[in-house]
Structures are given as C-alpha cells and as structure tokens.
C-alpha cells in the first residue's frame, strides 16, 4: 500500500520531467547574482527536534552573511522590501509540481528612524533603523495568509556597552534582555525570535575554496572562516503536531521512524520584479515577487552546484527543481548530473583528480566495493543490479524506486547522494545498516534512518518522530547521523540485533540539522561514500565478513577540515543561536598599541602654576567702556589698577579685601584719549597679571 | 583682479542656490541604501602627488567594504551592473565635470562546471574592463583601455601558485600584469587590495568611544580587501591648460588646484527574470535579470567621512544621490551638518561633551582672544561681518564673506564648511598666526591654497605643492595639521611669513595621502584646530599676556589626540599602484 504511494509520487514526478532540452540549452549565467544582494542571502538553515521540550522543533533561517560586529554607522539587518520566508512540506502526496508547501512562514520587516538627526544608531534612549516585523502564515500553499504576529521587533544591533547599556545608550540591563524581549508568541501559538546572532556556522572558508585545502595541507591551522561573524536570524519554535500532516502529536508516532512525521524544510528569500531607483536616494519596487535566494540543505549551492548553474538554482523553488531534476526517458538533466557524478568526487578519486587535491586523500570512493560496484565519477554504481531480481522488493526495484534510483549506466551516486538532498531516505532496503545483513547490502538491516518524503527537491527533511539526543549526552555527536550508523555497527548495544532502537544521533544532520551538526565533513565523508559503506557496500580494501569496517573506512571516518566546532558556545534555552559578538568585543578588529596621553588642564593664562587671580577683560580693544572680570582662588586683598602706557595711574578700580570667587568690574574710560592702557591686578600687594587693553 | 573673478563665479553659484532652494523637498528617507549594495559602495578616495614621479598624480577610488580574504566559493569583485567614475573638476569656470574616467567591467566564466573560482588554469567570475574617458563634461566618451584585466582574488597558494591552479609565480606578479597605460597615458589598475583605510570602527560607532576609554583601540578595517581604481595621471593632463607643474607660479599656485570625487550608478531599473510558469515548466530566465532606463548615482565621495561621521542618518541616502554640483543648492539640507555639527556637540561641556569623555581632550574654542564662541549656534566670527576689520580678507562681504560668515548662528562656516565645498585660498585670514602679531585677520606665513569654490564635496588638490617624501623624518599621518604645527613652531618656518614648503602641505585635507589619518584630522578639525592655526587661539590662552605661549594646554591637548589607530595595518607598496596587495584567504588567521 504505502510502496503504491511511492511509486505513484516517483511516477508523477518522471511525467512532469519530459521537457525538451533546447529549452534551457542556453542558460549560462553571469555573476551570481546573490553576492550583490546580501540581505537576501540565505546562508543556513537548521531543523532539530529541541532537546528541552521534545513536542516541538526548532527551525532556525539565517541571512546576510559576514556581518562584522563592528560594522557601523549602519549595522547589518534584514532588509525592507523582501519576503522572508520559512516553507514546509509534510505531505508528499499532495504536491503539484510548482507548488508542494503545505504550510508558509512569511516574514517582513519595515524601518524607521527614532532620531534621524544624528549619524549614530542609538543615541540617548533612540534607536535608527530600529526595525519590525510581520509575520504572516499561510496553511494553503501560499494561497492566503494570516498575520500570526503584527508588530514583533528585533532587537538593535549590539554594538558596545555605550549605545547598549550606558545612560547616552539604550540603558538596558545588558544585551540577553533585549534578546529575551524580542522573543514574541504568535497567535498561531509559535514562538518566534528575529534579530542578529553570532553566526553558528563553522567553516575553514580559506582553506576549502583554495582548491580544496581542507583540513589544511600546510603549515597554517584551519581557521573558522565564519568566527566572529554575526547573521541575521529568524528562529522558531514549533508544536510538532502543527507541522505534522494531520496535526498528530509526536505521542501517537507509530514508532521512532513513522514516516507520517516527515517534514521537508526550506527557506527563500524574495524580491519584487522591478526596483526603480529615483532621483534623490530612494528606491521603489514592483511586480511580482520573484525567489533571489534559497536554502534547503547546506552547502547545495556552494559546492554541489557549479558556477554556470547557480543563480538558476538559487530561483526555483525545490517543486521547480524537482520538474528539471531527472528525466530517465530523455536522459538528461539540469542538477541531478551534480549529484550522480559531483565535483567533489573527482578529488576523490585517483584516476582524476584525486592526486591534486592532498587534503582529500583520507576519501577515497569505492572503486571495486564487493568486487563489483565501482561508485566513481562515470561508473555505473549499482546500475548492474537494475531490474534483477536481487533488488526485488527493495527501494531500488523499478516498481518501488528504481527508475529514480537507478536512473540509467554512468550516474552512481544516483542511490545515494541524489535521494539524501531530494527524496530523503526511506526505511527500506538497502537503506538499513549492515548490521544484519551478513555481508548482503540488500539484506534487510538494522534500521536507522527514514525521512523520506519524495517529492524531488533540494530539502532539510527531518523525521519528527526520532527522539532528540541530549547535548550532555556522552554520545553526542557532531558527526550527526554518520556517528548514529557507527553505533549502530560497532556498539554492543546496537550491533547485535536488527531490531529498530534509538541510536544516539539518528536526530542529527542529514535527518534535520542541528546547530551542532558538521556538515561540511559529513557532507564530505558522504562524497567519499561512507553511506554506501554504512549499508554494507565496503570499501575497496575490505577483506570480508559482515562487518564493513576496513582501514579505508577508518580512513573516512577520521576525515575532518579541521574545524569541528563553532566559535562559540550555543544557548541552552531558546533561541538557541548565541548573543551576536559585540561591534566593541576583543574580536573585532585588529588590536592596536595606544595608550591615550594624559589630558591637561588648561593653561594658566597668566603663564605660572596655579592662578591666584585671573584677569580678562571684554571687549577689547573698546571704545569708551570695557568689562574687566577677575577670578580669585584664595581670600586675598586686591587691586585692580590702570595705568597708561607711560606708567601713570589712572584708576583704582578696586582696592580692599575679597573672598575666593568672580568678580566683574566695570571701567568707564570715556574722558581718557584713545590708545594702550594696563590693567594691573595686585594681590597682597604683589602684581600678578598685567592686562594690555586698548582704547580705540 | 583675481579675486575679483573669483567672486564673480561666487556670485554665479549664489544665484543658482537660490533659485533651487524652492525646489528642495524635506523627504526623509529610509533605510541607507547604499549599505544594501556593496558592489556600488565608495568607500575611500584618494588623491596625492607621486612621491616616486613627482610629475604625476595618483588617485585612488576603493569600493565594496570589509570583503573577508577568504569569502569564497564566489569571491568579491566589480559589479557589471554599475558604473564606477572618478570626476575632475579643474576649472571653476566651466560647469561640473572637466575629466570623467569611466569604468564598466565584464565577467566570464573559463570553466562553468566547477565551484571552485580557480581550477586548472581556469578562473571562473574572470574579470574585464572597459576605461572610457571624457574630457567635455560628459558628453562623448572615448575608450581608452578596452579590455584590461582585473587580476583575481588572492584565494591562497594552490589557486595561484600551483600547477592545479594558474601556476603564477606569485600574486604580486599577477597584480603587476595587470597595470596598463591607457591610450591617453595614464597608468591604470583595477582590481583587489588591502584596504588602506584605518579606524576603529567598533569604538567610534559606539557612541564615540575612540580611542577607547576601557581598552586598546581595534582597527576595524585591518585584514579586509577592498576593490581599487589606481590611476596615475600626468598632472599636464589634469591642469586645466594642460601645463605641467614646472609651470606653476608658486608651490601654492591657484591654478593647479583639482577637486576629485569618485561615485558608482546603476541603471534605474533592474528587472528580475522568473522562470516561466505552466506546464510543462520552462526555466529559461530563472536568476538572471535585465536592466534599463538611465543611469542614477547611488553612491558618491569626496572628502572621507562626509557621509559617514557628519551626514546624518535622515539625508544620508539623497547625499549619495546628488553630484557635488548640487551640493551648494541643498545648501539648506546639508549647510546645517558642517555649521554645526553633531561631532561639535560632543566636544562642548554645556552640550553633549560630558557624555563622550574620549573626546575629552577636543573643546572647541568658547571665547577665542576673549571674544569668540564656535561652538554649535554660537556666533563664531559673525560679529565681523560687514566691519572694516575683515575688509580685503576672505571674509570681506565683497569677497567670500556671504558663505563664509554665514549667520549669526553658524560658527563652522568659516572653517569646515570651506574646508569641505570649496577649499582654503591663500588669503587673509587663512594663514598661518607665524607674522600676525596676535591679529587673526593680518597676513601670516602661507599654508594652503587648494580653492576651488564650486561649493561641492570634493577631495581637493593643489597639484603643484612638492611631495614630501614618505622617509622624511618630517613626513606625518596628520598632514596639512603636521604642516601647521611646523610653521608655528619650527624655527626653520616660524621666522618669517613668506611662502616656504613646509612638510605635509601636500597632505590632507590638500588631496588626501594613503598615510593620512583622516579620521583623527577631522576630529581635530571640529575641535577648532584650524581655527588655532590661524590664530583664534583656545580659551586658555590670554591675548593680553605676552608672556603665554599660544601653544596652550588645550591645543596640546588637541594636537595630542587621537582615535589610537594611527595606521594601516599594513605597509604600502613604493611604486604603483601604491595600495598593498590584497591579503591572502588562507593567511586571515583572525579578523
């Protein structure tokens, strides 16, 4: 029954395919173009059952990579004019083939200014760019929606202490509060968290791009590429039964891998057809919306997709990609070559360019797995075994899965990387562990994964129904469900039945994805064919018996970049992505040797230590009256005295005993011919200043 | 006779202001715009004499911000969809732009079917450029580089140096394949540096915590690339009749002054392709885009920080859209920011300046010789105006006294305001107090002269101010301020008022050196440093006692500030195109 459902979904999705191929021939791209538009950039996407509150899941989108913490005047932030939004499908069986989500998540944000007359971000209580949003639900495909939060705020960029929480600032207890008062219930009962975060991606940028120097093969570390890089976040926090596809709590589960609890998740962002630039610095927008950016699993359009292909990649929707992914009839595709045949599988491989690529010597593909199944680039994979009846009844067989499968000679990942991004995986044969089989990979074997939902496109499809795995847990692995499969082969308390248990990570990445999850290295290892291995078909140097662990295996296992972990810790309560590095904090920027000079004091006018008395005299030059003020520092007797400039005396203009304090005197000099005149102050007798002043 | 048709032209943009002022609208914009787009951001420019060939000018236009060295698998590089342009306007008489350099880029794949941008000998996002030249405002545009290259990004040593990748001998030699002289003789480079500029970001931007008061100063920008524009031009081909400097009158010579901006546009309209819907589905179009309709600026610069630090966030985005010829009449929008500006409340005890205690050693004069007051709304010299004191100075009515004693409110129109949208002519009271005798308004020794009085933000640049060379013991990140404090104190320059070179006229704000700490500059700038140097001396200083120094306390103290990151976090190159190469991916071991 449920094997019908499959095989009908696989055979609409094969009709849907029949496209002729002059249509798209010529689509090569120029420049990607979601490098110039940063605020839709989405750069990672997480789904993971939360390991506090088990009936829900997290889902966590984040976009507008590499923000500096220190990234002033105008710190990064969602952008106005963009649709955000977060797509989930729970039910295979009701797609159409441009439109399979059966709920949507939509967000948006508008700006205002507090304070537009200064050019800081927060000033005194004030905040610019202080930015809001609304979220939108729709249960119907994307056909009508409901505002489910109207007016949720995010928090300000966290930029020191002084904007943050001094009193010219915001005057917040600290940042964790403004995070916390921007956690937001919407109407529909989700919590919801917008605002900037540390990003929790992690990464050896440097050394991955540069041909694939991962982990490094020189003298240099590996160095996390994302540290100390901030995103933008919208995270989740779901009741499973409002995901699951006919509102089940994860109570009634049949059991651990029901596939009535897969959910297949992605996130877009997108803009209106048309920006107008205006005269005077502003923009406006129109048309139809268009998709700019979208993620499902990592690293898809980083290093699956090559250059040529990526920003068509980036515009379908995973329905739009499923219609163009395969066509067995007509033998060609758009994406699914980069999944049958990837790059990265010519680095792993010595016959092409394995020997280039040092760093990738630890994986090296199945050439010859039980004498007969050659996995490289070009090689026929498991196509020997198409139609025969060794696969009957399993996920390969031409009336289960087969055609999809098991699409043709020369596409070997066909069984395996192609379904983990597009299908998921089934809980069928061949996809149960070894264990079990007695060196038969087509055996039935230990189960450890199903979250299969088949609808042909690039998603994080999680099975709801596995239990999380706690992040105390000493099993704990980042190494996700590749560490699950390890258990499930090794540990005595996994390997000696085939009956279904809970195996510690079977919640981790590719079943959902979880903040901690290495997926660069797990999405490597699976290159190099550690799944293939995990379901009985070894490496090339294995020498037999039911167990597929080999050197070789080893070898794959052990792989890593080289960065295994983020930069910094998560939170242990939601939303779960770390507070964003301050733009003040000891990572941003390179530190400089200053020690700031002492500050005098201002001279004193009179030219010696301290001033007893200070005299100044306004206006000067004058024309018949001038102001003369005087400041003493000490109860003093005093005179102020003129004289001309040949030494006559032609004022007294105070003569006695004074406190400490200012004084003004007024002197009328109308009778007195113009010219030079000195102001003498005594004190105790004593001169001590001499103002020259001027008579016009 | 000079300065008679020097105010003619005054008249001329007098005029033009106030017909527009009717035509200005208060509309407040939205978000910056321009923090949107990367690929058209200016950030820096730079503008300065050669000190390798003296007979040249470089300039320098840097755009797309903070690009991390390792910000793979696509790499930052031009954009095809903007136009970025380096503007010269050397004639006051003529109107806008005397020299436009256009630059338009394209980008080819060698190998789409990689990820990776360089793979055996292939470079993907390849890069070239077109560099048009107009010499006539631009009407007509001649190309005159037609297909230069733009090297690629410094991704680390197995896509540059290795037989997998393009098997160079190393990226300094790709950097320098990639200069080219253009048909009409200027040197020209284009592609990825570190970004010269030097700030700490982090603390500034926190409400003006620079140099920090809690810790040591960070510059934000260290270790990030930036996309340069390097041109080194005859300055025969820059001075408005074609003569070179050995034909300069005096170091000082009024006719060899440039004003230089840089901006980036984008077509008006940018339509997004979708992939044709129905069945069966049609991808054709899906992520690309068209664009068309005319050309609009979304991003300018002239003098550093304009934008950034005296703009506010409310008329950030329209200055961005206007040429540096509409300057003068937004004159109401924008003449507030340098009169008064936001920086100068924070350097004022009776305002904001007890909230900002790094600023603490920058007070503006409040009773300069006993009588003037150039803190915010203060009358600055505006007492002067129309009496017989300020007769024949700059300041005369019947000379530049209009704009530059501007109301009895707007203390700075007498320094920052010309520092920025006209530069300082070699007039009274414009030089140096070394030969005033104590009288701001009397002659003095000769400092500056980079007048150019089109009213627009513009790095300005008297071409014919020797360079001092980067290894004299004299040569200083504080430029044109060094220059001052040497004519006052120097005894080599502080005897006498005649016209001498001192060290640093050639630097900012006269053109603006890679080495220049702009940042601390201004800062010094709206703390009244200026002022000091032509004699209206901080408050501590008793003009009725000969016996002080004017080197007070305060303008020690003001002389001694600094934001604490006082330079690059790496060296410059000695020899075109002077930026250093761009920091490599795979050597970034912190930010």
């Not at chain 1, 990265?344 to 360019?353: A, E, H, N």
């Not at chain 1, 809980?427 to 299969?452: C, E, V």
């Not at chain 2, 009024?254 to 997004?272: C, H, N, P, Q, Y």
């Not at chain 2, 002659?443 to 500056?448: A, C, D, E, L, M």
Request: charged share 15%; net charge neutral; aromatic share 10%.
């Amino acid at each position: 029954m449920k094997r019908k459902i499959y095989a009908g979904i696989f055979l609409m999705l094969m009709f849907v395919n029949l496209i002729p191929a002059s249509v798209w021939a010529s689509s090569h791209r120029e420049a990607p173009l979601i490098l110039s538009d940063p605020n839709a950039d989405n750069t990672d996407l997480y789904a993971f059952r939360n390991p506090d509150d088990p009936g829900k899941v997290i889902i966590v989108a984040n976009y507008v990579p590499f923000q500096l913490p220190q990234g002033g005047p105008n710190y990064y932030s969602f952008g106005e004019n963009i649709r955000y939004e977060i797509h989930i499908d729970n039910n295979a069986a009701n797609n159409t083939y441009f439109n399979g989500d059966d709920i949507v998540y939509r967000f948006t944000f508008s700006k205002s200014n507090e304070d537009s007359s200064t050019f800081f971000n927060i000033r005194l209580g004030k905040r610019n760019l202080n930015t809001f949003y609304k979220l939108e639900k729709s249960v119907d495909g994307g056909v009508n929606f409901q505002t489910v939060i109207s007016k949720g705020t995010i928090p300000p960029p966290n930029i020191g202490p002084r904007s943050i929480s001094s009193i010219v600032g915001l005057n917040a207890p600290d940042y964790n509060t403004l995070i916390n008062n921007s956690i937001f219930t919407a109407s529909s009962g989700e919590k919801v968290f917008c605002g900037t975060a540390d990003d929790p991606f992690f990464v050896d940028l440097g050394g991955i791009f540069d041909l694939g120097d991962a982990p490094r093969t020189a003298t240099t570390p590996p160095v996390d590429g994302v540290k100390c890089k901030n995103i933008s976040t919208i995270v989740m926090q779901i009741d499973i039964a409002d995901l699951q596809k006919d509102n089940k709590p994860v109570s009634e589960a049949k059991n651990i891998l029901d596939g009535d609890f897969v959910i297949g998740v992605w996130a877009s962002a997108s803009r209106q057809k048309i920006r107008t630039l205006n005269t005077g610095g502003s923009g406006s927008f129109s048309g139809a919306w268009v998709q700019v950016s979208r993620i499902g699993m990592p690293l898809t359009n980083e290093a699956v997709i090559p250059i040529g292909k990526k920003d068509l990649w980036n515009s379908l929707t995973p329905y739009q990609e499923a219609g163009l992914n395969f066509d067995p009839n007509l033998g060609y595709d758009v994406f699914a070559d980069n999944f049958f045949n990837p790059e990265l599988g010519l680095y792993m491989d010595d016959s092409k360019f394995g020997p280039a690529v040092p760093a990738l010597a630890p994986l090296r593909i199945q050439t010859n797995s039980l004498g007969a199944f050659d996995f490289r680039n070009g090689a026929d994979g498991l196509f020997s075994l198409k139609g025969s009846p060794a696969v009957a009844g399993t996920a390969l067989d031409d009336a289960i899965a087969g055609k999809l499968l098991l699409p043709g000679p020369g596409k070997p990942r066909s069984a395996d990387l192609w379904p983990i991004f597009h299908t998921g995986v089934p809980n069928l044969r061949p996809y149960q562990l070894a264990t079990g089989k007695n060196g038969n990979p087509l055996a039935a074997g230990k189960p450890f994964i199903n979250n299969f939902l088949p609808n042909g496109g690039d998603m994080l499809r999680l099975n709801m129904a596995v239990p999380p795995t706690l992040r105390n847990d000493s099993k704990f692995s980042s190494l996700g469900l590749i560490q699950a499969a390890v258990l499930g082969l090794t540990d005595p308390a996994y390997n000696t039945s085939t009956a279904l248990q809970f195996i510690p990570n079977m919640d981790g990445f590719p079943n959902g994805r979880r903040l901690e999850d290495d997926v660069t290295r797990i999405e490597l290892q699976a290159v190099g064919g550690v799944v293939l291995a995990a379901i009985g078909l070894p490496y090339d140097d294995h020498a037999g018996g039911p167990s597929p662990v080999s050197p070789r295996l080893l070898n794959v296992l052990g792989y890593t970049t080289g960065i295994e972990k983020n930069d910094t810790s998560f939170k242990s309560m939601f939303p779960y992505v770390q507070t964003p590095w301050p733009g003040t904090c000891s990572c941003a920027g390179l530190e400089v040797d200053y020690t700031q000079p002492e500050i005098l004091p201002p001279s004193n006018r009179l030219g010696i230590m301290a001033p007893e008395i200070f005299v100044a005299s306004s206006p000067n030059p004058f024309n018949n009256n001038t102001t003369i003020r005087y400041r003493l520092e000490t109860a003093s007797h005093i005179s102020i005295e003129v004289f001309d400039g040949r030494g006559n005396r032609m004022n007294v203009l105070v003569n006695q005993q004074q406190q400490s304090g200012t004084y003004t005197v007024y002197w009328s000099a109308s009778r007195l011919p113009a010219g030079v005149y000195f102001v003498k102050a005594l004190k105790n007798g004593e001169i001590m200043q001499t103002l020259r002043v001027v008579k016009n | 006779m000079k300065t008679r048709s020097t105010s003619n032209r005054w008249l001329k943009i007098f005029s033009a202001f106030s017909l527009s002022m009717l035509l200005m609208s208060s509309s407040h914009r939205e978000a910056p715009m321009i923090s949107n787009d990367p690929f058209a951001d200016n950030t820096d420019l730079y503008a300065f004499r050669s000190p390798a060939n003296p007979g040249r000018v470089i300039i320098i236009a840097n755009y797309i911000p903070a690009e991390l060295p390792q910000g793979g698998p696509n790499y930052y590089t031009f954009s095809e969809s903007v136009r970025y342009e380096v503007h010269i306007d050397n004639n006051i008489t003529t109107a806008g732009d005397d020299i436009i350099y256009r630059f338009s880029f394209r980008q080819m794949n060698q190998d789409p079917t990689t990820f990776f941008n360089i793979r055996l000998g292939k470079q993907n996002l390849y890069t070239t450029y077109t560099c048009e030249k107009s010499t006539n405002g631009g009407n007509t545009f001649t190309t005159i580089i037609s297909n230069g290259i733009v090297p690629p990004n410094n991704i680390g040593p197995r896509s540059i140096e290795s037989a997998v990748g393009l098997n160079a001998s190393g990226y300094d030699a790709v950097m320098n394949s990639a200069i080219t002289s253009a048909s009409t003789g200027e040197k020209v480079f284009c592609g990825p540096v570190d970004d010269p500029f030097f700030v700490d970001l982090g603390g500034i931007f926190d409400l003006g915590d620079a140099p920090r008061q809690n810790s040591k100063p960070r510059d934000g920008v260290a270790r990030y690339n930036v996309h340069t524009i390097a041109l080194e031009i005859d300055i025969a081909s820059l001075q408005k009749d074609g003569k070179p400097v050995s034909q300069a009158k005096n170091i000082l010579d009024s006719d060899f002054v440039i004003g230089v901006w840089a901006s980036a546009s984008r077509r008006a309209i940018k339509t997004l392709n979708s992939p044709v819907g129905g069945s069966p589905f049609n991808p054709t179009g899906g992520g690309s885009f068209s664009e068309s309709g005319n050309w609009v600026q979304v991003s300018r610069l002239g003098m550093p920080l304009t934008n950034e630090a005296v703009v506010a966030l409310g008329h950030k985005d329209l200055w961005n859209s206007i040429t540096p010829y509409q300057d003068l009449a937004n004159l109401p929008t924008f003449g507030k920011y340098f009169y008064n500006p936001e920086l100068g409340l924070y350097m004022d005890d009776t305002k904001f300046g007890p909230a900002v205690p790094a600023f603490r050693a920058l007070r503006i004069q409040s009773h300069s010789l006993n009588q003037f007051d150039f803190r915010n709304n203060a009358p600055g010299l505006f007492p002067l105006k129309g009496t017989a004191a300020v007769s024949g100075t700059a300041l005369d009515d019947a000379l530049f006294g209009n704009l530059l004693l501007a109301g009895s409110d707007k203390p700075r129109s007498v320094d920052l305001w010309p520092i920025f949208h006209t530069g300082v002519p070699n007039l009274r009271p414009y030089q140096l107090a070394t030969g005033k005798s104590g009288n701001p308004l009397a002659t003095g020794k000769p400092f500056i002269n980079n007048f150019l009085p089109n009213g627009g933000d513009m790095l300005r640049l008297n071409m014919a101010v020797p360079p001092t060379p980067r290894n004299d013991p004299k040569f200083s990140s504080l430029g044109l301020v060094q220059a001052a404090v040497l004519g006052l104190t120097d005894p080599i320059f502080n005897t006498n008022a005649s016209l001498q070179f001192i060290p640093n006229m050639d630097g900012f704000p006269n053109g603006r050196r890679l080495e220049d700490d702009v940042t601390r500059i201004e800062l010094q700038a709206v703390g009244g440093i200026v002022l000091a140097a032509i004699g209206l001396w901080y408050d501590d200083y008793n003009p009725a006692n000969p016996a002080q120094s004017p080197v007070t306390n305060q303008l020690v103290n003001t002389l001694q500030y600094s934001a604490g990151v006082e330079k690059n976090d790496t060296t410059f190159k000695t020899s075109f195109p002077y930026v250093q190469s761009p920091w490599r991916g795979t050597s970034i071991v912190r930010q």
